[in-house]
């Protein structure tokens, strides 16, 4: 069974960083992809930064030139954010497409203003 545990999120003021960390166990098949989702209350899941097999990176708008997505062995995967904003704050998901797709438990990232 794929599980995906994610660590680093908290409490920050607005211009900080944090270090999201997400590692995957129970793979069974080749991992095409692996990445970040966001969900703010009252708003949907939207993508963050996803990294696939071959190392090539996609961002969402707002966060480029903020953050940076990066994998080792396609089991890790991290996403470093800088200069964080109010407007990041939302519960941020690990996600991992291979056979099928697979999410995190979430972990809760709040920037204060």
């Known amino acids: 069974q794929v599980q995906l545990v994610e660590s680093g999120g908290g409490l920050v003021q607005a211009g900080g960083s944090l270090r999201l960390s997400c590692a995957a166990s129970?793979?069974?098949?080749?991992?095409?992809?692996m990445g970040w989702f966001r969900q703010a209350p009252g708003k949907q899941r939207e993508m963050v930064a996803i990294?696939?097999?071959?190392?090539?990176t996609t961002y969402a708008d707002s966060v480029k030139g903020r953050f940076t997505i990066s994998g080792d062995n396609a089991k890790n995967t991290y996403l470093q954010m800088n200069g964080l904003k109010p407007e990041d704050t939302a519960i941020y998901y690990c996600?991992?497409?291979?056979?099928?797709?697979?999410w995190g438990q979430g972990t809760q990232v709040t920037v204060s203003s």
């Open positions: 996600y991992l497409s291979a056979l099928n797709n697979y």
């Open positions: 129970g793979l069974r098949f080749r991992v095409n992809m």
């Open positions: 990294i696939n097999r071959d190392g090539v």
